[in-house]
């Protein structure tokens, strides 16, 4: 039996690095705002905490706290229309 021991996804702070597509420009002004209101939308639906962000041109960072039962890659890939983000992004 394995003893490797699978992290936990939930209940814990967890650092997250997005980045834009290869084909995608840098981001710019307008559309950081944008980002900040997709995050936010996100944040709302699904309850997560989120202690902190930074967007930068090229990529994002966030420290994401997502309580159980969520993990965090329910929390970051909701598929719903009306939270998904304004900008072309993916995760790495």
Known sequence: MSKLRRPFLYDRYIFVTVNLLRSRRKLEERDFGRLAISLA????KQRFALTAWVFLPDHWHAIIYPP???SIANAMSDRSA?????VCIAMP
């Not at 009306?82 to 304004?86: A, G, K, L, T």
């Open 82 to 86: 009306d939270v998904r983000p304004c």
């Open 41 to 44: 939308r996100m944040r709302q």
């Open 68 to 70: 159980h039962p969520l």
